[in-house]
């Protein structure tokens, strides 16, 4: 029995990839509980920044911390935002050199279709699975967020920036050659960004421990359900599968206490 605050699962590139839940200095391999049943109970609340009960407002904080925290502000999510390289300052400028001011990576990846993408180097393969990619490939490597940031909003124009997470979880191949497709991304970036292009080119493959991919992902609201029990037969980015087609999205749930037991 384990019990603890919700927070992404690490991962570790294998094939296929391997997946731990930190409970609080206790881990779940979730690996090992394929094809086995387990219980989930909602318990509360315990926001990620400061451990408040109150309600997760978002991103596993309160309303208060996410409004306030650095980590949560509108460049991480718009890279094109970022003004480290600037020296101005959003909400915390140290933390934003130490984030933006740092080798990036605009992508291509293949989830539910082919998405463009950006990322700090240093976690290029886990925002792969993550997202869970099948196929992913490296079109730049440049040396701050902002200019991943203006590539990827060129490159919106020609490709899609969002999962549906529905058909990413039914998904377990394709015959799209992103090489190719990495090809045609080099002649729509903008000039100054052209002497970045990443030396990694070729496309990589991910697997997943997935027996069953669902037809009809059903998500799990375990703070409206309160219980749920299944059997799992697969994980796939942050996705936990369940025989039954029920599927429970463990990022979504950053900040929720749940008891997870063997049933």
């Not at 094109?80 to 600037?86: D, I, N, Q, Y």
């Not at 925002?127 to 099948?134: F, T, V």
Request: net charge positive; glycine share 4%.
């Amino acid at each position: 029995m384990f019990n603890g605050v919700l927070k992404k699962m690490i991962t570790e590139f294998n094939d296929p990839i391997n997946y731990f839940l930190d409970m609080g200095g206790d881990f779940i391999v979730f690996d090992s509980l394929l094809n086995k049943n387990i219980i989930i109970k909602f318990e509360g609340y315990s926001c990620l920044s400061c451990s408040s009960t109150q309600e997760i407002y978002r991103q596993g904080y309160c309303k208060r911390c996410f409004f306030d925290l650095p980590s949560t502000a509108d460049w991480v999510i718009k890279p094109e935002l970022s003004k480290a390289h600037l020296g101005i300052q959003e909400r915390d400028i140290e933390y934003e050199k130490k984030v933006q001011l740092q080798p990036h990576i605009l992508y291509l990846a293949y989830t539910s279709d082919i998405k463009i993408g950006v990322t700090r180097k240093s976690q290029t393969s886990t925002r792969w699975i993550d997202q869970g990619a099948i196929k992913a490939i490296e079109i730049l490597e440049v040396p701050n967020r902002y200019l991943a940031g203006i590539s990827e909003v060129k490159l919106k124009e020609y490709y899609k920036d969002k999962t549906n997470w529905r058909e990413m979880l039914k998904n377990n191949k394709t015959d799209i050659d992103l090489e190719n497709e990495r090809l045609e991304c080099l002649k729509n970036l903008p000039n100054e960004v052209l002497k970045y292009i990443s030396k990694e080119k070729k496309e990589i493959e991910i697997k997943y421990p997935i027996s069953k991919y669902p037809l009809k992902p059903s998500s799990l609201n375990i703070v409206k359900t309160q219980k749920y029990s299944g059997k799992i037969v697969g994980i796939k980015g942050q996705y936990l599968v369940f025989e039954d087609d029920t599927v429970f999205n463990v990022r979504s749930n950053e900040g929720v206490v749940v008891n997870i037991s063997l049933d």
